[in-house]
């Protein structure tokens, strides 16, 4: 799940950790996310001042092919980022869309920096927020002739690109959602349910008008049959004028940017949630089965019981069944053993002892 961020966490650390440096230090450092965006980071002990911010990254729109590397309204909106401390550098670097120079003694030493650093390391989240901006904004760009309006596939992350279609007074945005698992696809087709039921409400008529089908919208004809083959269906937004007016601009841009992560995370913590709920539910039968197994051994051992002696005997610990067990034994092998009679070994030795005789013939061995 690749939820979108404002800040780079990796950029923000190699930046705070040149601002609380107590010496100039040296670096060079590549940084890489979604795999499709690059940080180059450059500074230098000798220049303290002169530290180098380099981006790579892919436009959101593929078809806009500019020599300066990115719009002009992003641009701006990088150097309004922080003014005195981004100085953006012309040409940029090779192989980059953007290179800034930072301006580290600038910065003042207080949570003021560090907040400072902080937007600078969301850059790249500006430059692409400002390209959908931009595109929202100046929706005329889009327009091809005799009428007609063609979808823009903008692509922030490799597997989850979307498409933009200008409409007579709206924006329609229309997601393909792919899911890995068939659960996936149930829970998510459920929400999205549940999303245009709710969408279609009194409550939240402000709100984007959102509409999910099993099969392509009729804007999407002749685009792509990979970009078109998914098992989850399409969502898509009616954008009007309302929806970017003033602030809900950045608003509105933000989620679409993040609508792939926030179905993920719905979908990642429902089946969560069923899969606690199926354990407990589980855990419950299993302690019914077994106090009903207790219950029935109970029963059984009452209905079994016999005479009160049969009881008393049962109720002897198994120490004093065998201890009475060996004593009766031994009594039964007193009877049957002989009778003994004092002095009678005596007599038999003196007079019931025969003589020893020998034989006077004698016999030879006939060979």
């Given at each position: 799940?690749?939820?979108?961020?404002?800040?780079?966490?990796?950029?923000?650390?190699?930046?705070?950790?040149?601002?609380?440096?107590?010496?100039?230090?040296?670096?060079?450092?590549?940084?890489?996310?979604?795999?499709?965006?690059?940080?180059?980071?450059?500074?230098?002990?000798?220049?303290?001042?002169?530290?180098y911010l380099s981006i790579a990254t892919p436009l959101l729109y593929q078809d806009v092919v500019l020599s300066s590397g990115l719009p002009c309204y992003t641009l701006e909106m990088v150097k309004g980022i922080s003014p005195d401390v981004?100085?953006?550098?012309?040409?940029?670097?090779?192989?980059?869309?953007?290179?800034?120079?930072?301006?580290?003694?600038?910065?003042?030493?207080?949570?003021?920096?560090?907040?400072?650093?902080?937007?600078?390391?969301?850059?790249?989240?500006?430059?692409?927020?400002?390209?959908?901006?931009?595109?929202?904004?100046?929706?005329?760009?889009?327009?091809?002739?005799?009428?007609?309006?063609?979808?823009?596939?903008?692509?922030?992350?490799?597997?989850?690109?979307?498409?933009?279609?200008?409409?007579?007074?709206?924006?329609?945005?229309?997601?393909?959602?792919?899911?890995?698992?068939?659960?996936?696809?149930?829970?998510?087709?459920?929400?999205?349910?549940?999303?245009?039921?709710?969408?279609?409400?009194?409550?939240?008529?402000?709100?984007?008008?959102?509409?999910?089908?099993?099969?392509?919208?009729?804007?999407?004809?002749?685009?792509?049959?990979?970009?078109?083959?998914?098992?989850?269906?399409?969502?898509?937004?009616?954008?009007?004028?309302?929806?970017?007016?003033?602030?809900?601009?950045?608003?509105?841009?933000?989620?679409?940017?993040?609508?792939?992560?926030?179905?993920?995370?719905?979908?990642?913590?429902?089946?969560?949630?069923?899969?606690?709920?199926?354990?407990?539910?589980?855990?419950?039968?299993?302690?019914?089965?077994?106090?009903?197994?207790?219950?029935?051994?109970?029963?059984?051992?009452?209905?079994?019981?016999?005479?009160?002696?049969?009881?008393?005997?049962?109720?002897?610990?198994?120490?004093?069944?065998?201890?009475?067990?060996?004593?009766?034994?031994?009594?039964?092998?007193?009877?049957?053993?002989?009778?003994?009679?004092h002095w009678f070994s005596r007599f038999r030795k003196r007079w019931l002892n025969f003589s020893r005789f020998s034989s006077l013939t004698r016999y030879e061995k006939l060979n």
């Amino acid at each position: 799940m690749a939820c979108f961020q404002r800040e780079s966490p990796a950029l923000k650390e190699i930046l705070l950790r040149l601002y609380r440096a107590e010496k100039p230090m040296e670096l060079d450092h590549h940084l890489y996310e979604f795999g499709s965006v690059e940080y180059h980071v450059q500074a230098s002990a000798s220049i303290p001042d002169n530290t180098y911010l380099s981006i790579a990254t892919p436009l959101l729109y593929q078809d806009v092919v500019l020599s300066s590397g990115l719009p002009c309204y992003t641009l701006e909106m990088v150097k309004g980022i922080s003014p005195d401390v981004i100085e953006i550098i012309e040409p940029p670097k090779e192989g980059y869309k953007l290179t800034l120079r930072l301006k580290y003694s600038r910065i003042p030493r207080n949570k003021g920096g560090v907040k400072m650093i902080a937007s600078i390391s969301s850059v790249q989240g500006v430059i692409l927020s400002s390209q959908l901006k931009d595109m929202l904004m100046n929706v005329n760009s889009l327009e091809v002739s005799q009428g007609m309006y063609r979808p823009v596939k903008l692509i922030y992350h490799p597997r989850e690109p979307f498409f933009v279609i200008k409409q007579p007074e709206k924006i329609t945005a229309v997601f393909p959602m792919r899911f890995k698992e068939d659960t996936d696809v149930i829970i998510a087709t459920a929400f999205f349910q549940e999303l245009m039921d709710i969408g279609s409400s009194k409550a939240f008529v402000k709100a984007p008008h959102c509409i999910w089908s099993p099969i392509p919208p009729a804007e999407l004809r002749g685009e792509p049959i990979e970009d078109l083959s998914t098992n989850g269906g399409f969502v898509s937004f009616d954008i009007t004028g309302r929806h970017v007016e003033g602030k809900r601009l950045d608003k509105t841009v933000w989620n679409l940017l993040n609508f792939y992560a926030f179905v993920k995370y719905h979908v990642k913590s429902t089946r969560g949630f069923i899969q606690r709920r199926m354990r407990t539910r589980l855990e419950s039968l299993v302690e019914v089965l077994y106090n009903a197994g207790i219950k029935d051994e109970h029963h059984i051992k009452k209905k079994n019981r016999g005479p009160k002696g049969v009881r008393k005997l049962l109720n002897f610990s198994k120490s004093k069944l065998l201890k009475k067990r060996y004593n009766f034994i031994n009594k039964i092998k007193r009877i049957r053993s002989r009778i003994k009679i004092h002095w009678f070994s005596r007599f038999r030795k003196r007079w019931l002892n025969f003589s020893r005789f020998s034989s006077l013939t004698r016999y030879e061995k006939l060979n």
